[in-house]
Every structure is written in structure tokens, then in C-alpha cells.
């Protein structure tokens, strides 16, 4: 029995990991350089705030980028959390939705353009409700299908849990490299080494 559900647990990860290896080949490389190239231009800047945003996983993808960030120098947030501060015109939001459609995120990012903000959809599906309204979009493959409940919150209610594989799993685990991906760029671009991000690590855990 445990040799049985460890190779399943093995199979899973070569799986994952060849589809995160087949989607980097199909991101569009205008649409990183866009999100990149926005990036670079706020770097710097004091009054530039980075806000990320997701429900579910997906925050937590957000919440590893936002701390990537911080530590590249980047005044960097993630929604939710009680330091947040207003976010104004000239600022960068970050919405991670697979789907597109997850009502909290979409109405986060409605309430971001209308002061003036940036929006950044990373989603799979550019024609959903978040892709429509922002600025630049990255389509990060992931989900094969839309569950019959589009909206993470609603599914969590009813007590829908999906399998591994087949739906959000590959979009969270892809979208977590691919923002990993962009930190490594966001180095090179801004010359920032690994000590100075180190120096900005928190050093107060534990």
C-alpha cells in the first residue's frame, strides 16, 4: 500500500512538472516582456506600490511574489492583509485567477482601475471577466475545463473539492514557477544580486 500511493505521489510530480515545461513553452513572450518591462519602470519609485491579489492558492502564489518582490526592493502587498494601503493612480495590481472569474478578484480589480491603477490579469482564460478589464494580460495555461462553479469561494461553501491534476492545481503550480521565472528576469533587468535581497529577507522569524 505505500509503495502503491508513493509512485502515485512520483507520477503526480513528473506530471506536473512536464505540463509546467510544455506551458512555458506556449506563454506569449510579448505579454511577460510587458508585465516586465512595466515592473522595471516603477522600480524605485516611493510612491509605486505593487498590490497582488487571488483567492485560495492562488493568493498564496500571489503572497510568495509579493514577498519576492519586497525583497527585490518593490514596495510590495498583497489584498487582505491589514497593512494594505489605498491604492492610487500610477500603481500596479497583480490579479491571479485561473478562471478569470472569481468574483473577489474581479471586483478588487474593477475598484483598482477606476482610481487609476494598472491591472495585470494572469489567468487562462484572457476573454473572462478579469481579462477583459485589464490593462495587460498573461495567459498562463492551467485549467482544461471551468468547473460547473467558476467562483472559488462558492465552490468552498458547497464543499466542492476538485482533483489534483485535472483543474486549478496546474494553473497554481505553473503560475508559481512562471512568477518565480519573472523575479529571476526582474534581477537581471535591475541588477540586483542575491545578497541584497538577502539583506532585505526578514531577519526576525522563527
Sequence with gaps: MTSESSGD????????????ERAAQEINKDEVDRLIDLLVNIYGDPSRKV?????GRSGLVGKAFAMRLLH???NSYVL????????QKGDVVVAISGS???????TAAEAAK???????AITTYPESPLGKLADII???PGRTKHSKLDDYFARQILGIHEP??????LFEDTTLVFLDGVIYSLMKRLKVSEEEMRNRHANIEL
Design 51 to 55: 498590490l497582488v491579489m487571488g483567492a
Design 164 to 169: 489534483l491534476a485535472p483543474l486549478g492545481t
Design 138 to 140: 498573461v495567459r498562463v
Design 72 to 74: 527585490l526592493g518593490y
Design 100 to 106: 478569470g472569474k472569481t468574483k473577489l478578484i474581479v
Design 114 to 120: 477606476q482610481v487609476g491603477a494598472t491591472v495585470v
Design 9 to 20: 505521489a512520483i507520477r503526480a510530480m513528473v506530471e506536473i512538472a512536464r505540463f509546467i
Design 80 to 87: 487582505g492583509d491589514t497593512i494594505v494601503p489605498s491604492v
